[in-house]
């Protein structure tokens, strides 16, 4: 009988492991702040917690971006 020929499973080759993109300093500037106005403006209280959960998962994310993200260098000049 012939040997069937094993074909390499791609998904090996196309699974990296995770990376943190990093993010701008306005993105977390930006959640914290609307954070705050949908906390003091928004009073219908299902869009009020519709935002913060928003906003809430933005600061999370450029929390783990500041931590995770590989450091760019920066070429003066």
């Known amino acids: 009988m012939a040997k069937k020929a094993r074909r390499k499973s791609s998904v090996n080759k196309t ?3 995770w990376h943190a993109v990093p993010l701008k300093g306005s993105f977390m500037v930006l959640s914290i702040m609307g954070l705050l ?8 209280p299902d869009y009020k917690m ?11 994310a450029s929390l783990i971006s500041m931590t995770k993200a590989p450091v760019l260098e920066r070429r003066v000049g």
């Open 15 to 17: 699974r990296q492991k």
């Open 37 to 44: 106005i949908t906390a003091y403006l928004v009073e219908d």
């Open 50 to 60: 519709a935002f913060m959960i928003v906003f809430i998962a933005m600061f999370i």
